[in-house]
């Protein structure tokens, strides 16, 4: 029996924000720990570009992810991005990246992994932001949501605000 203080309150809508892709510094790994294998995923440089904002991904960010016993990546990640007209956000998010069983060979192969289609794979984070710009101030207030995949030296999402 559901309780009869629960609401209706509409389906979820998002609207694209930007896609994003990350180019990454080679992995550092600070091996097995105990909750999991931390590794390091450094940004080297990327690109963002949405119907509201685009600009460029800044070095010195990274993603210090955690690969679970059962196969799962839980991610951690900060990003600095200048915007095309010099404002900087401050993009933070954390996520999961659960590959199935059938597909961590292909995913392990630097040679094929970007050829495995992102459906196959459940790669989703939640995108927060951080800007004193009063341009982009709007950006503070808002949650996203963000579908990964994998393409060549680099990690890209598709962003959107949840409405």
Not at 34 to 58: S, T
């Amino acid at each position: 029996m559901a309780d009869p203080r629960v609401k209706s309150v509409g389906d979820l809508a998002t609207r694209h924000l930007f896609d994003i892709v990350v180019d990454l510094d080679p992995r550092l790994n600070f091996g097995a720990g105990p909750v999991g294998q931390r590794v390091l995923f450094g940004a080297a440089k990327g690109v963002f570009e949405g119907p509201r904002l685009r600009g460029e991904v800044l070095r010195g960010g990274g993603d210090w992810a955690l690969f679970r016993a059962d196969g799962a990546m839980t991610l951690d990640v900060r990003l600095s991005l200048r915007t095309h007209d010099g404002e900087l956000i401050y993009m933070t998010y954390g996520g999961r990246w659960v590959t199935p069983q059938h597909l961590r060979a292909e995913m392990a192969d630097p040679a094929r992994r970007t050829q495995v289609d992102p459906a196959g794979y459940y790669f989703r984070t939640n995108p927060l932001f951080e800007t004193g710009s009063q341009t982009y101030a709007w950006l503070n207030d808002i949650v996203c949501v963000g579908k990964g995949y994998l393409v060549e030296g680099a990690v890209a999402y598709k962003i959107f605000e949840v409405l």
